[in-house]
Nanobody, 127 residues
Framework: VQLQASGGGLVQTGDSVRHSCVAS????????MGWFRQGPGKKREFVAS????????AYVDSVKGRFTISRDNAENTVYLQMNSLKPEDTAIYSC?????????????????????WGQGTQVTVSS
């Protein structure tokens, strides 16, 4: 599966940004999906994940209550809505597809469990 991400940009503290990630082909619903980020000088970290069905979601503690992951299997798209942005959210954000045919409600937070990656998009939050 190929993933094409969009979104990001330069925003101010408190602003909102919506990332989209569109998958190629007809198999999108067979993959759990995730969003990761890599800040300046930092390792890539888990941000959010969503099960194949969309029924289960998980977030890193630092974004809970501010970020929302969702998916539209009919549109082959996963979204990351980021609200109340902070300077520490500045990073390159990437979408990823997990193991194909995972359980319908399985979610994953480890980088190593994601097989396919979209290109990253930069989000810079100014204070």
């Amino acid at each position: 599966v190929q993933l094409q991400a969009s979104g990001g940009g330069l925003v101010q503290t408190g602003d909102s940004v919506r990332h989209s990630c569109v998958a190629s082909g007809r198999t999108f619903s067979t993959y759990p999906m995730g969003w990761f980020r890599q800040g300046p000088g930092k390792k890539r970290e888990f941000v959010a994940s969503i099960s194949r069905s969309g029924g289960r979601k998980a977030y890193v503690d630092s974004v809970k209550g501010r970020f929302t992951i969702s998916r539209d299997n009919a549109e082959n798209t996963v979204y990351l809505q980021m609200n109340s942005l902070k300077p520490e959210d500045t990073a390159i954000y990437s979408c990823a597809a997990g193991p194909q045919f995972a359980g319908n409600n399985d979610i994953y937070s480890s980088v190593s469990t994601y097989y396919y990656w979209g290109q990253g998009t930069q989000v810079t939050v100014s204070s």
